[in-house]
Nanobody
Framework: VQLVESGGGLVQTGGSLSLSCAAS????????IGWFRQAPGKGREGVSA????????YYTDSVKGRFTISRDSAKNVIYLQMNSLRPEDTATYYC????????????????????????RGKGTLVTVSS
């Protein structure tokens, strides 16, 4: 099982990036998916997630209205579209997948960096310059 992120890079404040995460060895179908990030010197923060059970989508407050999580089942890829980027979005971004559904309680743990999904990638660095 492997998750590989791509699409990170350097962008100016206000710019956009689209992150992708490709899976091998399993399919995202039937899995909850998520993105989390870790900034230099800071703890892990859940950014967004989709529950496989009911399709509910979750976003941490700081990215609501700017980031969009999605999946392409045919390609077995998940995405994180990031618009209106800010310097505080600078971090390494990781995709993750889990066989368990995400609900309000587990989302809160994931958002706070205290919920480990079954699978995670190695990350892609996003740097937003001011």
């Amino acid at each position: 099982v492997q998750l590989v992120e791509s699409g990170g890079g350097l962008v100016q404040t206000g710019g956009s990036l689209s992150l992708s995460c490709a899976a091998s060895g399993f399919t995202f179908e039937g899995h909850s998916i998520g993105w989390f990030r870790q900034a230099p010197g800071k703890g892990r923060e859940g950014v967004s997630a989709i529950s496989y059970y009911d399709g509910a989508t979750y976003y941490t407050d700081s990215v609501k209205g700017r980031f969009t999580i999605s999946r392409d089942s045919a390609k077995n890829v998940i995405y994180l579209q990031m618009n209106s980027l800010r310097p505080e979005d600078t971090a390494t971004y990781y995709c993750a997948a889990d066989t368990r559904p995400v609900d309000g309680a587990s989302w809160d743990w994931f958002r706070r960096g205290r919920y480990d999904m079954n699978y995670r990638g190695k990350g892609t660095l996003v740097t937003v310059s001011s």
